[in-house]
Protein backbone atom coordinates (compact mmCIF):
# COMPACT_ATOMS: atom_id res chain seq x y z
CA UNK A 1 0.00 0.00 0.00
CA UNK A 2 1.76 3.25 -1.05
CA UNK A 3 1.79 6.61 1.00
CA UNK A 4 -1.30 7.91 -0.79
CA UNK A 5 -3.51 4.97 -0.13
CA UNK A 6 -1.88 4.34 4.00
CA UNK A 7 -3.20 8.45 4.01
CA UNK A 8 -6.59 7.80 3.04
CA UNK A 9 -7.15 4.98 5.70
CA UNK A 10 -5.72 7.59 8.39
CA UNK A 11 -7.80 10.12 7.64
CA UNK A 12 -10.78 7.35 7.32
CA UNK A 13 -9.90 6.04 10.72
CA UNK A 14 -9.79 9.81 12.19
CA UNK A 15 -13.51 10.31 10.73
CA UNK A 16 -14.65 7.55 12.04
CA UNK A 17 -13.12 8.12 15.60
CA UNK A 18 -15.06 11.80 14.90
CA UNK A 19 -18.06 10.38 14.45
CA UNK A 20 -17.33 7.97 17.55
CA UNK A 21 -16.62 11.03 19.69
CA UNK A 22 -20.16 13.07 18.67
CA UNK A 23 -22.25 9.54 18.81
CA UNK A 24 -20.61 9.32 22.64
CA UNK A 25 -21.25 12.63 23.55
CA UNK A 26 -25.28 12.39 22.70
CA UNK A 27 -25.60 9.31 24.06
CA UNK A 28 -25.14 6.88 27.25
CA UNK A 29 -22.56 4.09 27.89
CA UNK A 30 -24.60 1.54 27.29
CA UNK A 31 -25.57 2.73 23.20
CA UNK A 32 -22.08 3.58 22.91
CA UNK A 33 -20.65 0.54 23.79
CA UNK A 34 -22.89 -1.02 21.08
CA UNK A 35 -21.90 1.83 18.45
CA UNK A 36 -17.95 0.69 19.03
CA UNK A 37 -19.44 -2.82 18.41
CA UNK A 38 -21.39 -2.25 15.60
CA UNK A 39 -19.06 0.14 13.58
CA UNK A 40 -15.62 -1.05 15.06
CA UNK A 41 -14.83 -2.31 11.31
CA UNK A 42 -13.70 1.63 10.20
CA UNK A 43 -11.62 1.48 13.33
CA UNK A 44 -10.11 -1.90 12.41
CA UNK A 45 -9.60 -2.59 9.18
CA UNK A 46 -11.51 -6.73 8.50
CA UNK A 47 -12.69 -7.35 12.56
CA UNK A 48 -13.66 -10.71 13.01
CA UNK A 49 -15.21 -9.72 16.43
CA UNK A 50 -15.28 -7.12 18.65
CA UNK A 51 -16.25 -8.86 22.54
CA UNK A 52 -17.88 -6.24 25.29
CA UNK A 53 -17.76 -7.51 28.58
CA UNK A 54 -19.48 -5.20 31.46
CA UNK A 55 -18.05 -5.88 34.72
CA UNK A 56 -20.16 -4.30 36.77
CA UNK A 57 -23.65 -6.44 35.10
CA UNK A 58 -21.54 -9.09 34.07
CA UNK A 59 -22.57 -8.95 30.44
CA UNK A 60 -20.72 -10.02 27.76
CA UNK A 61 -22.14 -9.35 23.96
CA UNK A 62 -20.10 -10.58 20.70
CA UNK A 63 -20.24 -8.07 18.14
CA UNK A 64 -19.77 -10.60 14.93
CA UNK A 65 -18.40 -9.28 11.90
CA UNK A 66 -17.60 -12.58 10.12
CA UNK A 67 -18.08 -16.92 11.27
CA UNK A 68 -15.32 -18.04 13.55
CA UNK A 69 -15.64 -21.34 15.41
CA UNK A 70 -16.32 -21.50 18.58
CA UNK A 71 -12.24 -22.07 19.57
CA UNK A 72 -11.92 -19.31 18.09
CA UNK A 73 -14.54 -17.19 20.83
CA UNK A 74 -13.27 -19.20 23.62
CA UNK A 75 -9.52 -18.03 22.58
CA UNK A 76 -10.43 -14.18 22.95
CA UNK A 77 -12.64 -14.78 26.53
CA UNK A 78 -9.39 -16.35 27.74
CA UNK A 79 -7.37 -13.49 26.52
CA UNK A 80 -10.03 -11.11 28.29
CA UNK A 81 -9.83 -12.92 31.43
CA UNK A 82 -5.96 -12.86 31.29
CA UNK A 83 -6.22 -9.32 30.70
CA UNK A 84 -8.50 -9.09 33.68
CA UNK A 85 -6.41 -11.47 36.11
CA UNK A 86 -3.44 -8.37 35.26
CA UNK A 87 -5.64 -5.62 36.84
CA UNK A 88 -6.40 -7.72 39.96
CA UNK A 89 -9.92 -9.14 38.40
CA UNK A 90 -11.06 -12.83 38.36
CA UNK A 91 -13.27 -13.15 36.12
CA UNK A 92 -14.72 -17.08 34.95
CA UNK A 93 -16.10 -16.64 31.08
CA UNK A 94 -17.64 -19.65 29.51
CA UNK A 95 -19.79 -19.78 26.23
CA UNK A 96 -22.87 -19.77 27.92
CA UNK A 97 -25.09 -16.92 28.38
CA UNK A 98 -23.37 -14.98 25.95
CA UNK A 99 -25.20 -12.69 23.50
CA UNK A 100 -24.00 -12.53 20.13
CA UNK A 101 -24.87 -9.84 17.12
CA UNK A 102 -26.41 -9.67 14.78
CA UNK A 103 -26.90 -13.29 14.45
CA UNK A 104 -26.02 -16.79 17.17
CA UNK A 105 -25.10 -18.95 13.90
CA UNK A 106 -22.11 -16.65 13.28
CA UNK A 107 -20.08 -18.79 16.38
CA UNK A 108 -20.26 -22.03 15.12
CA UNK A 109 -18.03 -25.15 12.82
CA UNK A 110 -17.23 -22.47 10.24
CA UNK A 111 -14.46 -20.14 9.96
CA UNK A 112 -11.04 -19.88 11.32
CA UNK A 113 -10.26 -21.34 14.80
CA UNK A 114 -7.99 -18.43 16.48
CA UNK A 115 -7.14 -14.63 15.86
CA UNK A 116 -4.03 -13.86 13.97
CA UNK A 117 -4.59 -10.32 16.00
CA UNK A 118 -6.17 -9.46 19.42
CA UNK A 119 -5.94 -6.60 21.63
CA UNK A 120 -8.10 -6.44 24.58
CA UNK A 121 -8.48 -2.48 25.80
CA UNK A 122 -9.72 -2.17 29.54
CA UNK A 123 -12.00 0.68 30.81
CA UNK A 124 -11.26 2.05 34.33
CA UNK A 125 -12.80 4.25 36.89
CA UNK A 126 -11.01 4.64 39.87
CA UNK A 127 -8.24 2.46 38.66
CA UNK A 128 -10.59 -0.38 38.96
CA UNK A 129 -12.21 -2.39 35.57
CA UNK A 130 -15.80 -1.46 34.56
CA UNK A 131 -15.51 -2.73 30.91
CA UNK A 132 -13.13 -4.96 28.74
CA UNK A 133 -13.60 -4.27 25.21
CA UNK A 134 -11.91 -7.09 22.62
CA UNK A 135 -10.43 -6.02 19.27
CA UNK A 136 -9.66 -9.22 17.00
CA UNK A 137 -9.00 -10.37 13.56
CA UNK A 138 -7.76 -13.60 11.83
CA UNK A 139 -6.10 -11.17 9.11
CA UNK A 140 -2.20 -10.30 9.14
CA UNK A 141 -2.01 -6.66 10.93
CA UNK A 142 -1.80 -3.85 8.38
CA UNK A 143 0.29 -1.14 8.77
CA UNK A 144 -2.77 1.12 8.96
CA UNK A 145 -3.89 -1.10 11.52
CA UNK A 146 -0.37 -0.68 13.87
CA UNK A 147 -1.25 2.63 15.20
CA UNK A 148 -3.39 2.43 18.47
CA UNK A 149 -3.15 5.36 19.83
CA UNK A 150 -6.56 5.81 19.41
CA UNK A 151 -7.28 3.63 21.61
CA UNK A 152 -6.54 5.52 24.82
CA UNK A 153 -9.31 8.17 23.57
CA UNK A 154 -11.80 5.78 23.28
CA UNK A 155 -10.95 3.99 26.91
CA UNK A 156 -10.97 7.55 28.87
CA UNK A 157 -14.16 8.79 26.51
CA UNK A 158 -16.04 5.33 27.35
CA UNK A 159 -14.75 6.09 31.45
CA UNK A 160 -15.72 9.82 31.19
CA UNK A 161 -19.16 8.26 30.11
CA UNK A 162 -19.75 5.95 32.88
CA UNK A 163 -18.77 8.37 35.52
CA UNK A 164 -21.00 11.08 34.32
CA UNK A 165 -23.86 8.11 34.12
CA UNK A 166 -22.70 6.59 37.32
CA UNK A 167 -22.99 10.85 39.17
CA UNK A 168 -26.28 11.14 37.75
CA UNK A 169 -27.77 7.84 38.83
CA UNK A 170 -26.54 8.67 42.72
CA UNK A 171 -27.92 12.29 42.62
CA UNK A 172 -31.82 9.92 41.25
CA UNK A 173 -31.33 7.83 43.66
CA UNK A 174 -30.32 10.74 46.48
CA UNK A 175 -33.35 13.11 45.05
CA UNK A 176 -35.77 9.40 45.30
CA UNK A 177 -34.57 8.85 49.14
CA UNK A 178 -35.04 12.37 50.11
CA UNK A 179 -38.21 12.36 48.61
CA UNK A 180 -39.22 9.78 51.17
CA UNK A 181 -37.46 11.28 54.13
CA UNK A 182 -38.57 13.24 56.79
CA UNK A 183 -36.11 16.54 56.73
CA UNK A 184 -36.40 16.81 60.45
CA UNK A 185 -36.45 14.02 62.16
CA UNK A 186 -34.60 11.61 59.44
CA UNK A 187 -36.72 8.98 59.68
CA UNK A 188 -38.82 7.66 56.17
CA UNK A 189 -42.17 10.03 55.71
CA UNK A 190 -45.71 9.64 55.12
CA UNK A 191 -45.61 8.92 51.54
CA UNK A 192 -42.58 6.15 52.03
CA UNK A 193 -45.43 4.80 54.32
CA UNK A 194 -47.51 3.31 52.07
CA UNK A 195 -45.09 2.13 49.51
CA UNK A 196 -42.91 -0.04 51.97
CA UNK A 197 -46.24 -1.28 54.47
CA UNK A 198 -47.79 -2.77 51.12
CA UNK A 199 -44.45 -4.18 50.24
CA UNK A 200 -43.84 -5.88 53.78
CA UNK A 201 -46.85 -7.09 53.72
CA UNK A 202 -47.03 -8.47 50.38
CA UNK A 203 -43.69 -10.36 51.46
CA UNK A 204 -44.93 -11.75 54.69
CA UNK A 205 -47.10 -13.51 52.57
CA UNK A 206 -44.82 -14.84 50.50
CA UNK A 207 -42.38 -15.58 53.22
CA UNK A 208 -45.26 -16.95 55.52
CA UNK A 209 -44.42 -14.28 58.64
CA UNK A 210 -46.57 -11.93 60.04
CA UNK A 211 -45.87 -8.33 60.18
CA UNK A 212 -47.06 -5.96 62.91
CA UNK A 213 -48.01 -2.40 62.45
CA UNK A 214 -47.73 0.30 65.28
CA UNK A 215 -49.08 3.98 65.15
CA UNK A 216 -48.55 6.55 68.32
CA UNK A 217 -48.36 10.22 69.81
CA UNK A 218 -46.99 12.27 71.79
CA UNK A 219 -49.18 12.79 74.34
CA UNK A 220 -50.27 16.69 75.29
CA UNK A 221 -47.81 17.95 72.07
CA UNK A 222 -49.75 20.46 71.31
CA UNK A 223 -49.44 21.58 74.99
CA UNK A 224 -45.90 21.16 74.94
CA UNK A 225 -45.23 23.48 71.43
CA UNK A 226 -47.60 26.21 73.19
CA UNK A 227 -45.84 25.96 76.91
CA UNK A 228 -42.07 25.73 75.30
CA UNK A 229 -42.19 27.02 71.90
CA UNK A 230 -42.04 25.13 68.14
CA UNK A 231 -38.00 25.06 68.70
CA UNK A 232 -38.51 22.74 72.01
CA UNK A 233 -41.08 20.59 70.30
CA UNK A 234 -39.03 20.36 67.46
CA UNK A 235 -36.23 19.18 69.72
CA UNK A 236 -38.65 16.32 71.11
CA UNK A 237 -39.69 14.46 67.90
CA UNK A 238 -36.39 14.53 66.90
CA UNK A 239 -35.40 12.90 70.37
CA UNK A 240 -37.86 10.54 69.98
CA UNK A 241 -36.65 8.90 67.00
CA UNK A 242 -33.53 8.78 67.76
CA UNK A 243 -34.30 7.12 70.99
CA UNK A 244 -36.81 5.00 68.96
CA UNK A 245 -33.78 4.27 66.01
CA UNK A 246 -31.23 3.01 68.94
CA UNK A 247 -34.24 0.55 70.24
CA UNK A 248 -35.51 -0.71 66.85
CA UNK A 249 -33.84 -3.45 64.99
CA UNK A 250 -32.16 -2.74 61.92
CA UNK A 251 -34.90 -3.99 59.58
CA UNK A 252 -37.87 -2.23 61.25
CA UNK A 253 -38.86 0.66 59.96
CA UNK A 254 -39.85 3.91 61.09
CA UNK A 255 -42.07 6.92 59.60
CA UNK A 256 -43.23 10.52 61.08
CA UNK A 257 -46.37 10.77 59.47
CA UNK A 258 -47.04 14.14 60.38
CA UNK A 259 -47.19 16.61 63.51
CA UNK A 260 -46.09 14.02 66.12
CA UNK A 261 -47.44 11.13 65.05
CA UNK A 262 -45.79 8.25 63.64
CA UNK A 263 -45.38 4.76 62.65
CA UNK A 264 -43.02 1.90 63.04
CA UNK A 265 -43.43 -1.81 60.70
CA UNK A 266 -42.17 -4.48 62.69
CA UNK A 267 -41.26 -8.08 61.25
CA UNK A 268 -42.96 -9.73 63.96
CA UNK A 269 -46.84 -10.72 66.02
CA UNK A 270 -48.23 -8.45 67.00
CA UNK A 271 -47.52 -9.47 71.03
CA UNK A 272 -44.12 -9.46 70.25
CA UNK A 273 -44.50 -5.71 68.66
CA UNK A 274 -46.61 -4.84 71.55
CA UNK A 275 -43.63 -5.75 73.97
CA UNK A 276 -41.04 -4.13 72.55
CA UNK A 277 -43.10 -1.14 71.75
CA UNK A 278 -44.65 -0.74 75.39
CA UNK A 279 -40.29 -1.46 76.31
CA UNK A 280 -39.13 1.88 73.53
CA UNK A 281 -42.00 3.81 75.21
CA UNK A 282 -40.97 3.80 78.56
CA UNK A 283 -37.61 4.38 78.01
CA UNK A 284 -38.44 7.79 75.71
CA UNK A 285 -40.79 8.62 78.90
CA UNK A 286 -37.96 8.13 81.67
CA UNK A 287 -35.27 9.22 79.32
CA UNK A 288 -36.19 13.07 79.63
CA UNK A 289 -37.18 15.98 81.77
CA UNK A 290 -39.97 17.36 81.19
CA UNK A 291 -41.64 13.66 81.22
CA UNK A 292 -42.98 13.15 77.93
CA UNK A 293 -45.48 9.85 77.41
CA UNK A 294 -46.76 8.23 74.26
CA UNK A 295 -49.66 6.40 73.15
CA UNK A 296 -49.91 4.14 70.73
CA UNK A 297 -52.04 1.08 68.55
CA UNK A 298 -50.87 -2.20 67.13
CA UNK A 299 -52.15 -4.43 65.00
CA UNK A 300 -51.01 -7.56 63.34
CA UNK A 301 -51.01 -8.55 59.61
CA UNK A 302 -50.80 -12.41 59.42
CA UNK A 303 -49.57 -14.11 56.38
CA UNK A 304 -52.57 -15.62 55.55
CA UNK A 305 -54.76 -12.30 56.05
CA UNK A 306 -56.82 -10.47 53.29
CA UNK A 307 -55.69 -7.50 54.75
CA UNK A 308 -55.32 -3.90 52.68
CA UNK A 309 -52.71 -1.24 53.71
CA UNK A 310 -55.75 1.07 54.62
CA UNK A 311 -57.62 -1.54 56.46
CA UNK A 312 -54.13 -2.22 58.71
CA UNK A 313 -53.91 1.74 59.27
CA UNK A 314 -57.90 1.92 60.55
CA UNK A 315 -57.07 -1.15 62.52
CA UNK A 316 -53.75 0.37 64.12
CA UNK A 317 -55.65 4.37 64.30
CA UNK A 318 -58.61 2.55 66.27
CA UNK A 319 -56.17 1.26 68.72
CA UNK A 320 -53.93 4.34 69.19
CA UNK A 321 -57.87 6.04 69.93
CA UNK A 322 -58.87 3.65 72.47
CA UNK A 323 -55.40 4.55 73.97
CA UNK A 324 -56.08 8.38 73.91
CA UNK A 325 -59.35 7.76 75.15
CA UNK A 326 -58.55 4.94 77.82
CA UNK A 327 -55.88 7.62 80.06
CA UNK A 328 -52.64 7.95 77.83
CA UNK A 329 -49.21 6.91 78.38
CA UNK A 330 -50.12 3.16 76.97
CA UNK A 331 -50.28 1.27 73.86
CA UNK A 332 -53.07 -1.04 72.67
CA UNK A 333 -53.67 -4.12 70.51
CA UNK A 334 -56.45 -4.30 68.14
CA UNK A 335 -58.89 -6.65 68.86
CA UNK A 336 -60.42 -7.76 65.65
CA UNK A 337 -62.91 -10.91 64.34
CA UNK A 338 -66.04 -11.46 65.82
CA UNK A 339 -65.01 -9.95 68.96
CA UNK A 340 -65.64 -5.94 69.04
CA UNK A 341 -63.09 -3.91 70.57
CA UNK A 342 -63.88 -1.85 73.75
CA UNK A 343 -64.13 1.01 71.62
CA UNK A 344 -67.11 -0.24 69.68
CA UNK A 345 -68.92 -1.69 72.48
CA UNK A 346 -69.04 1.78 74.04
CA UNK A 347 -69.77 3.34 70.85
CA UNK A 348 -72.65 1.39 70.09
CA UNK A 349 -73.78 1.52 73.80
CA UNK A 350 -74.30 5.24 73.78
CA UNK A 351 -75.42 5.40 69.86
CA UNK A 352 -78.82 5.54 70.52
CA UNK A 353 -78.83 8.06 73.62
CA UNK A 354 -80.23 11.25 72.55
CA UNK A 355 -78.45 12.84 75.88
CA UNK A 356 -75.27 11.50 73.70
CA UNK A 357 -75.66 12.26 70.76
CA UNK A 358 -76.30 15.82 71.68
CA UNK A 359 -72.98 16.09 73.90
CA UNK A 360 -71.18 14.60 70.48
CA UNK A 361 -72.78 17.49 68.33
CA UNK A 362 -71.34 20.45 70.85
CA UNK A 363 -67.95 18.38 70.18
CA UNK A 364 -68.30 18.55 67.11
CA UNK A 365 -68.79 22.23 66.85
CA UNK A 366 -66.17 22.56 69.06
CA UNK A 367 -63.68 20.73 66.67
CA UNK A 368 -65.02 21.95 63.54
CA UNK A 369 -63.77 26.00 65.87
CA UNK A 370 -60.83 25.06 66.94
CA UNK A 371 -59.56 23.89 63.28
CA UNK A 372 -61.40 26.54 61.52
CA UNK A 373 -59.90 29.48 63.83
CA UNK A 374 -56.38 28.50 63.78
CA UNK A 375 -54.56 31.61 62.82
CA UNK A 376 -53.08 29.79 59.52
CA UNK A 377 -56.77 30.70 58.06
CA UNK A 378 -56.25 34.15 58.33
CA UNK A 379 -53.73 34.27 55.34
CA UNK A 380 -57.12 33.42 53.14
CA UNK A 381 -59.91 34.68 54.41
CA UNK A 382 -62.23 33.83 51.41
CA UNK A 383 -61.66 29.66 52.13
CA UNK A 384 -63.56 30.36 55.47
CA UNK A 385 -66.02 32.41 53.76
CA UNK A 386 -66.42 30.33 50.90
CA UNK A 387 -66.79 27.03 53.20
CA UNK A 388 -69.67 28.58 55.33
CA UNK A 389 -71.82 29.75 52.13
CA UNK A 390 -70.96 25.77 50.84
CA UNK A 391 -71.90 24.08 54.07
CA UNK A 392 -75.48 25.94 54.26
CA UNK A 393 -76.32 24.74 50.37
CA UNK A 394 -74.38 21.11 50.97
CA UNK A 395 -76.67 20.78 53.78
CA UNK A 396 -79.98 21.70 51.57
CA UNK A 397 -78.59 19.46 48.95
CA UNK A 398 -78.33 16.35 51.04
CA UNK A 399 -81.99 16.77 52.47
CA UNK A 400 -83.15 16.97 48.66
CA UNK A 401 -81.34 14.04 47.85
CA UNK A 402 -82.71 12.34 51.52
CA UNK A 403 -79.70 11.74 53.29
CA UNK A 404 -80.22 10.60 57.14
CA UNK A 405 -80.55 13.58 59.54
CA UNK A 406 -76.97 12.13 61.11
CA UNK A 407 -75.28 12.03 57.76
CA UNK A 408 -76.79 15.82 56.79
CA UNK A 409 -75.28 16.31 59.90
CA UNK A 410 -71.85 14.94 59.33
CA UNK A 411 -71.89 16.41 55.76
CA UNK A 412 -72.65 20.31 57.24
CA UNK A 413 -69.54 19.66 58.94
CA UNK A 414 -67.73 18.22 56.26
CA UNK A 415 -68.55 20.92 54.06
CA UNK A 416 -67.47 23.59 56.50
CA UNK A 417 -63.98 21.75 56.67
CA UNK A 418 -63.62 20.30 53.17
CA UNK A 419 -61.01 23.21 52.07
CA UNK A 420 -59.15 23.98 55.24
CA UNK A 421 -56.30 22.22 53.77
CA UNK A 422 -55.26 24.74 52.02
CA UNK A 423 -53.44 26.63 54.85
CA UNK A 424 -50.59 24.43 53.89
CA UNK A 425 -50.70 26.12 50.33
CA UNK A 426 -47.86 28.19 50.12
CA UNK A 427 -49.38 31.72 49.68
CA UNK A 428 -47.67 32.40 46.34
CA UNK A 429 -49.48 29.95 44.91
CA UNK A 430 -52.75 30.20 46.77
CA UNK A 431 -52.76 34.21 45.18
CA UNK A 432 -50.95 33.19 41.93
CA UNK A 433 -52.97 34.82 38.52
CA UNK A 434 -51.14 32.69 36.03
CA UNK A 435 -51.55 29.10 35.69
CA UNK A 436 -50.10 26.64 37.70
CA UNK A 437 -46.99 24.50 36.63
CA UNK A 438 -47.05 20.99 36.94
CA UNK A 439 -45.40 21.21 40.59
CA UNK A 440 -47.20 23.89 41.79
CA UNK A 441 -50.57 21.84 41.08
CA UNK A 442 -49.20 18.59 42.53
CA UNK A 443 -49.10 20.71 45.98
CA UNK A 444 -52.35 21.75 45.54
CA UNK A 445 -53.35 17.95 45.28
CA UNK A 446 -52.16 17.50 48.21
CA UNK A 447 -54.70 19.39 50.36
CA UNK A 448 -57.28 16.55 50.98
CA UNK A 449 -54.94 14.82 52.75
CA UNK A 450 -53.78 17.62 54.96
CA UNK A 451 -57.32 18.10 56.16
CA UNK A 452 -57.81 14.70 56.73
CA UNK A 453 -54.42 14.59 58.97
CA UNK A 454 -55.90 17.76 60.92
CA UNK A 455 -59.37 16.19 61.35
CA UNK A 456 -58.60 13.01 62.80
CA UNK A 457 -56.70 14.78 65.55
CA UNK A 458 -60.15 14.99 66.35
CA UNK A 459 -61.96 11.60 67.18
CA UNK A 460 -64.91 12.97 67.18
CA UNK A 461 -65.35 14.24 63.07
CA UNK A 462 -64.28 10.47 62.42
CA UNK A 463 -67.41 10.38 60.61
CA UNK A 464 -66.61 13.82 58.40
CA UNK A 465 -63.49 12.25 56.81
CA UNK A 466 -64.70 10.58 53.72
CA UNK A 467 -66.43 13.61 52.71
CA UNK A 468 -63.18 16.14 52.53
CA UNK A 469 -61.07 13.62 51.59
CA UNK A 470 -62.87 12.52 48.34
CA UNK A 471 -64.25 16.19 47.40
CA UNK A 472 -62.07 16.21 44.67
CA UNK A 473 -62.42 13.07 42.98
CA UNK A 474 -64.47 12.58 39.51
CA UNK A 475 -67.02 10.33 38.58
CA UNK A 476 -65.04 9.22 35.71
CA UNK A 477 -62.07 8.14 37.98
CA UNK A 478 -59.56 11.38 36.92
CA UNK A 479 -59.86 13.22 40.16
CA UNK A 480 -57.51 12.99 42.62
CA UNK A 481 -56.12 12.38 45.57
CA UNK A 482 -56.86 8.57 44.64
CA UNK A 483 -58.44 8.36 41.23
CA UNK A 484 -61.62 7.17 43.03
CA UNK A 485 -64.74 6.02 40.36
CA UNK A 486 -68.49 6.38 40.48
CA UNK A 487 -70.37 5.13 43.49
CA UNK A 488 -67.09 4.33 45.39
CA UNK A 489 -66.66 8.33 45.85
CA UNK A 490 -68.83 8.94 49.13
CA UNK A 491 -72.15 10.85 48.37
CA UNK A 492 -71.46 13.06 50.82
CA UNK A 493 -68.04 14.39 48.99
CA UNK A 494 -69.90 13.91 45.59
CA UNK A 495 -72.17 17.10 46.97
CA UNK A 496 -69.72 18.66 48.00
CA UNK A 497 -67.80 18.67 44.83
CA UNK A 498 -71.02 20.27 43.08
CA UNK A 499 -71.37 23.02 45.31
CA UNK A 500 -67.61 23.51 45.35
CA UNK A 501 -67.12 24.01 42.03
CA UNK A 502 -69.81 26.51 41.58
CA UNK A 503 -69.09 28.54 44.28
CA UNK A 504 -65.63 28.54 42.76
CA UNK A 505 -66.59 29.67 39.33
CA UNK A 506 -69.12 32.38 41.22
CA UNK A 507 -66.60 33.88 43.03
CA UNK A 508 -63.87 36.42 41.88
CA UNK A 509 -60.25 34.45 42.25
CA UNK A 510 -56.75 35.92 41.77
CA UNK A 511 -56.32 33.71 38.58
CA UNK A 512 -59.75 34.23 36.69
CA UNK A 513 -62.64 37.07 37.02
CA UNK A 514 -65.83 36.00 38.54
CA UNK A 515 -68.08 33.95 35.68
CA UNK A 516 -71.64 34.88 35.58
CA UNK A 517 -74.41 32.62 37.43
CA UNK A 518 -75.83 31.20 34.10
CA UNK A 519 -72.06 30.70 32.71
CA UNK A 520 -70.82 28.90 36.35
CA UNK A 521 -74.65 26.83 36.15
CA UNK A 522 -73.53 25.71 32.63
CA UNK A 523 -70.34 24.31 33.36
CA UNK A 524 -72.00 22.43 36.13
CA UNK A 525 -73.92 20.62 33.50
CA UNK A 526 -71.02 20.16 30.95
CA UNK A 527 -69.32 18.18 34.08
CA UNK A 528 -72.47 15.67 34.81
CA UNK A 529 -70.85 12.34 34.40
CA UNK A 530 -67.59 13.11 34.34
CA UNK A 531 -66.43 15.32 36.78
CA UNK A 532 -69.87 15.51 38.90
CA UNK A 533 -72.43 12.74 39.79
CA UNK A 534 -75.96 13.96 37.40
CA UNK A 535 -77.95 12.85 40.32
CA UNK A 536 -76.37 15.27 42.54
CA UNK A 537 -76.55 17.81 39.59
CA UNK A 538 -79.96 17.30 39.20
CA UNK A 539 -80.71 17.77 42.64
CA UNK A 540 -78.49 21.29 42.42
CA UNK A 541 -80.51 22.18 39.39
CA UNK A 542 -83.61 21.71 41.42
CA UNK A 543 -82.68 23.57 43.95
CA UNK A 544 -81.39 26.51 42.04
CA UNK A 545 -84.87 26.48 40.25
CA UNK A 546 -86.90 26.85 43.96
CA UNK A 547 -84.50 29.66 44.60
CA UNK A 548 -85.50 31.19 41.32
CA UNK A 549 -81.68 31.28 39.93
CA UNK A 550 -82.37 29.36 37.57
CA UNK A 551 -85.27 30.23 34.87
Not at 90 to 107: D, E, F, G, S, Y
Request: aromatic residues 8%; charged residues 30%; contains cysteine.
Amino acid sequence: MNKTDLGKRQATKLDSLSDFVEYALRNGFEETVRYLGNNSKHLLSNPSLVVSLDVIKNDCTVFAHRKVKKGYLTFILDSISESALKLGKALNLTLKNIRILPHQNLVGDEGPDKPDFNFTLPVLHKEKPILFINFSKYDPLSNEDSDFSHVRLISSLLSSLWEREEKERAEKENIERLSLIDPLTGVFNRRAFYQLLSQDISEGRRKNSPVSLAVFDIDEFKRINDSYGHAFGDMILKQVTSKFRDLLREEDKMFRLGGDEFAVIIKADKKETHSAIQRILKEVSDSRSPRITLSGGITGIEPDENISVDEAVRQADKALYLSKESGKNQVLLYEGGDRKSEYDDLFYRIADSKVIEDIKIKLKEFATEQITSSHLITKDPYIYKRSMAVSKQAVQLGKILKLSDNRVKSLRFGAILYDIGMIAVPEEILHKSSKLTPDEFEIIKYHPIIVARLIQQFPILRDVLPAVLYHHEWINGHGYPFGLVGDSIPLEARIIAVVDAFHAMHSDRPYRPILSLEDSISEIIKGSGTKYDPQVVEAFLSLMTERKLLA
